[in-house]
């Protein structure tokens, strides 16, 4: 994920409204989020609330922005290494853990961070196809700017120090599997056979070559997600319990969001076509069906700070 893949910062350190901001790109998470809706980059939290006199102007669509239109990320690791790779950077960190919470998509992550396993491997698809923002710079309501040069700590309590500027729309997809065997040699040489495939001879074969494991002993683990279906999965087979149709429900879950993830670009176009086709004007409606739903990927956000509104009500203040 290339123009969204950047680390969390920690914001939390940041005290005060004048401190330099920048812009944050984070994880939607199933809640509906309106353009301008407030986030507070200390208390990692939206406030639900909004400065700004009007969110119901028309809004644009730009199937250009963010420019990197889709990712493929394979990756491999051992007990020895960190479990990061198999995360999407854009949402590691504290921002990233935090807003994720509950969802499917912070199941999936917790899952993923929580395994101790002696060999781990993953694919991640993201698709992006475009981003819904402002068709004009959103104004601040009168008694915002004069809570602002009043008191600007209630403003920071009441709407936070970013906003929502732009919902960008796409969909996310991960499998992970995670191997355990007490024979390390084994171990090794399953991993091989699977990375193999993997890597280079694509989903039905990947998942096939499970089949090994019950000659190997080992103990299988899969964690799946899929944004646009809004779900994670998990799935545990061990060789010694004996129950094939345990372990082919295990190589079926796992093949099933592989082969969803083939198709992810297609599908999240195919989600949003109803809706963006067709014209740069979005309806106030029409933005509030995409916030609600599983099309939105990620939001984007800006401070408070860069808007010109807001840097004239804080020199203000420094005169009362």
């Not at 990756?75 to 504290?94: I, K, P």
């Not at 700017?145 to 960008?168: A, C, H, K, T, W």
């Amino acid at each position: 994920m290339s123009h969204i893949a950047i680390s969390m910062p920690a914001l939390g350190v940041q005290e005060g409204l004048e401190k330099p901001k920048i812009a944050l790109r984070v994880p939607w998470t199933s809640s509906p989020m309106m353009l301008g809706t407030g986030y507070d980059s200390t208390a990692m939290h939206f406030t639900y609330s909004s400065p700004f006199k009007s969110l119901r102007d028309v809004a644009y669509y730009d199937q250009h922005e963010p420019r990197r239109q889709a990712s493929y990320i394979q990756a491999t690791s051992n007990r020895s290494s960190s479990v990061h790779e198999h995360v999407d950077l854009a949402f590691q960190g504290e921002i990233g853990n935090a807003l994720a919470g509950g969802s499917a998509r912070g199941s999936y992550m917790k899952r993923v961070a929580q395994d101790r396993s002696g060999t781990r491997l993953s694919t991640r698809v993201s698709s992006r196809e475009g981003s819904i923002r402002f068709g004009t710079t959103p104004v601040l309501r009168t008694e915002a700017v004069e809570l602002l040069v009043r008191q600007p700590n209630e403003f920071r309590r009441r709407f936070g120090d970013y906003f929502v500027s732009s919902m960008i729309l796409g969909a996310d997809n991960a499998v992970f599997l995670s191997l355990s065997a007490e024979d390390n040699n084994s171990l090794e040489a399953f991993h091989a056979t699977i990375e193999g495939h993997l890597l280079g001879l694509g989903a039905n074969k990947t998942v096939a070559t499970l089949d090994q494991a019950a000659s190997q002993k080992c103990e299988v683990q899969v964690e799946v997600f899929d944004s646009l279906w809004n779900k994670h999965e998990s799935r545990y087979f061990s060789t010694s319990s004996g129950d094939t149709t345990e372990f082919q429900t295990l190589k079926d879950l796992a093949l099933t969001y592989l082969e969803a993830g083939k198709r992810l670009s297609h599908r999240a176009k195919e989600a949003t076509k109803p809706i963006v086709e067709g014209s740069r004007e979005i309806s106030a409606a029409s933005v509030e069906a995409l916030a609600a739903s599983a099309n939105v990927a990620e939001l984007s956000l800006l401070p408070f700070a860069s808007l010109r509104e807001f840097m004239m009500a804080s020199a203000l203040h420094r005169l009362v």
